[in-house]
C-alpha cells in the first residue's frame, strides 16, 4: 500500500537520525534528537544546532545550521563593530541553510533504497562540508579562517572575526593573507561599505 507523505517522513526522519547517530557517535559533546543534531562544547559553551527541516514546496529536506560560540561574541562585543551582523539574530556567529547552497537539500525518498541513499548522502555533506566548517567554528582552530574566507556571508563580523580567530591562535597574517582579508569579497555583504572598509584598516593597523 502505498504511504501517504506523513507516513513517509516519518520513517524517513527516525531513519535519518538512528542513521547518522551512528555514523558520528565519535563526535564529542553530540546529542541526536528529532531532525536535530545538537553539539557543545562546556569548556567554552560553545553551542552549534543542525537542524532538518520538511520542504513542502520541494518535497525535500534542508538543513539549516546555527553555530553560537560566547568566546568569538565576546570578543566581537569588545571590538564593537559601527555595523550590524550580517546575520538576523545577532546570538549566532554562523548561520546557513542548505537551501542557498547548489544540490545540499534531499528529496523526500519514497522507496527503501531512496531512504538508504538519502541517508548516504546527507551523511556525505555533512561529513564533507558542513561538520567541518561547525567544529572549527566551535574550537576557533586556524582552519575557519578559511571558512570565513570561503563563505563570508554566513558569518557574523568575517573580517573582525577572522582577527580575533587569528589573535586566538598566535597567527600572524601575511600581506598576501592581510589582502585577502580585507577585500570587498570578505565583507559578506556590500552593506555600510565605508564603515567596514575603515574599521577593517583600523583593526589590520592594531593587529599583531
Sequence with gaps: MKQNTAELRKNFEKRLIEF???????LSGTKFTRNRINITRKESGAVANIHFEYLTNTRSYEATILVEQPVLQA??????????SNL?????VYSMSTTSEKDACIDLPTTEQGIENAC???LALLNGT????????????PAMVDDILARPK???HPVPLIFTVLKINGI???EESLARILSEQTLGYTNHHELKNAFHQHLASTSG
Excluded: C, D, W
Design 120 to 122: 548516504r548522502r546527507m
Design 130 to 141: 558542513y561538520l567541518p566548517i561547525v567544529l572549527n567554528a566551535l574550537e576557533t582552530g
Design 172 to 174: 600572524q597574517a601575511s
Design 154 to 156: 554566513y558569518y557574523s
Design 20 to 26: 547518522l547517530k551512528k555514523e558520528l557517535s565519535h
Design 75 to 84: 570578543a566581537i562585543a569588545q571590538m564593537a563593530p559601527p555595523y550590524p
Design 88 to 92: 538576523a539574530n545577532a546570538r549566532f
